[in-house]
């Protein structure tokens, strides 16, 4: 308890050296009971808020310090308005799904911090109850093992909505983009006379939830089991998505890359590893999956690795998602989800994948190749080009679903990087 209340006092001396203008500090701080204030939920919750305010606001400065207190972070926010800035922050305390579990404390020109009372706004509630929080625990009213409890119940259930939400979204900006080289848009089927968006809508309402769940297996198992668990969830969503679209295979491709990378980004995130595991992860959960083309089993991927030497989608999990990457690097260069955003990332990914379906719908590898590089060619958002090429890829049949679902993963790792992962 001494170090406590020793890493409180060092709280305030760093406070005082970090503040050194008129600008808005704010002090992050997760509000966990008990002693040991260092277990995960503490680094969870000051590093969602931080990214969530460094989003939201002007922020000028951070610094993260760790403690016997728990950890927190110093933001420095270009903002002279102390009491409205107070107030937005209350205002999220108390909406945000999780921001119960959070202390945004607000400092301007000294190390007294204004009060929700200050402001009229009523002191906090129990976790457990609807007392002041502050009584239960000077009474110490409630078990700390019954408040984690509480707080692990609300982060799962959070995660499990966000990261579905993400999921949806991501997929979503991908269907929208148009046009897109023979791929299913909003105003049109493009190669694909078996689909469209509705059915291409219907199938993405169906799966999205199940990659919460594979985020939530990367945190709870450790690599080879969450892969192995992955695999099982990754059937049942595919047993959905059938039987939505009546056996139409809208999402399988994605429903594989995607979930290895919610089961990686969930082993990160419960880690506090910083964004580049992921890809690690990725790499080593299927470092043995090459294995597949020597199995009995008689598949599309395997037809195309024996006849071309082709990897396609397990090529590209198996080195750790490098066209990924380099599609991060173009996606990041934009502050939006522009149409001209997604298209360059989506050319990147053309560029750098294996793609299977643009194979098989080739025919042949000297026309895989010649649309690859026309599609590859494109250095600059030329939407009357892209037209152009979208026209002949149409006519030929030619698709690039591996690219697309790609541009799904990488969309999804976009938002995970704003949301939760240095």
């Given amino acids: 308890m001494d170090k406590i209340l020793d890493d409180r006092e060092k ?14 500090y704010v002090v992050v701080k997760a509000n966990i009971p008990g002693i ?11 590093k969602f808020f931080k990214k969530l305010l460094e989003r939201k606001y002007n922020c000028l400065r951070v610094n993260f310090y760790d403690s016997f207190d728990g950890p927190y972070f110093f933001l420095e926010i270009f903002n002279k308005d102390l009491i409205s800035f107070k107030k937005e922050l209350i205002i999220l305390e108390n909406e945000h799904p999780i921001g119960r579990f959070i202390d945004l404390d607000v400092f ?27 009584y239960c625990i000077r009474k110490q009213k409630h ?4 408040i984690i409890e509480h707080i692990q119940d609300h982060v799962v259930q959070f995660l499990l909505e966000d ?18 080289f023979g ?33 939530l297996e990367g945190m709870a198992l450790d690599y080879d089991e969450a892969f ?19 056996g139409v295979n809208t999402h399988k491709g994605l429903i594989f890359c995607l979930g290895l990378a919610c089961i990686a980004c969930g082993e990160a995130v419960v880690n506090n590893s910083n964004f580049d595991k992921i890809f690690e992860n990725v790499a080593f959960m299927t470092r043995n999956i090459l294995d597949d083309f020597d199995g009995a089993k008689d598949t599309h991927g395997k037809r195309l690795f024996q006849e071309y030497g082709f990897l396609g989608i397990r090529g590209e999990v198996n080195k750790g998602l490098p066209s990924v990457m380099r599609a991060l690097k173009v996606l990041e260069q934009y502050s939006t989800y522009s149409d001209e955003a997604l298209m360059m990332t989506l050319i990147t990914l053309v560029r750098e994948c294996d793609d299977s379906v643009l194979l098989k719908r080739a025919g042949s590898l000297e026309k895989y190749s010649y649309f690859k590089n026309m599609i590859s060619g494109i250095n600059e958002y030329d939407i009357e080009r892209i037209n152009k090429i979208t026209d002949e890829a149409i006519r030929e049949n030619i698709s690039i679903g591996g690219a697309a679902d790609l541009l799904i993963v990488t969309i999804f790792l976009h938002m995970i990087k704003e949301r939760y992962i240095d």
Avoid: W
Avoid at 11 to 24: A, P
Avoid at 108 to 134: K, T
Avoid at 143 to 146: A, F, L, Q, T
């Fill in 11 to 24: 709280r305030i001396h760093n406070l005082k050296k970090f503040m050194i203008n008129d600008n808005i």
């Fill in 36 to 46: 040991n204030k260092k277990i995960f939920y503490s680094y969870f919750f000051i």
């Fill in 108 to 134: 301007q020109n000294s190390i007294v911090s204004i009060s929700r009372q200050d402001l009229g706004f009523e002191a906090r509630q129990c976790f457990l109850c609807e007392c002041d929080a502050f």
């Fill in 143 to 146: 078990k700390v093992e019954d």
């Fill in 163 to 180: 990261i579905s939400t993400l999921a949806y979204d991501a997929i979503s900006l991908e269907l929208i983009l148009e046009p897109k």
């Fill in 183 to 215: 791929l299913v848009c909003e105003n049109t089927a493009g190669s694909h006379e078996d689909m469209d968006v509705s059915l291409m809508k219907k199938s993405r309402n169906v799966i999205v939830d199940f990659f919460g769940l594979l985020f």
């Fill in 228 to 246: 192995k668990k992955g695999r099982e969830i990754g059937k049942i969503a595919e047993e959905y998505m059938f039987t939505v679209t009546k």
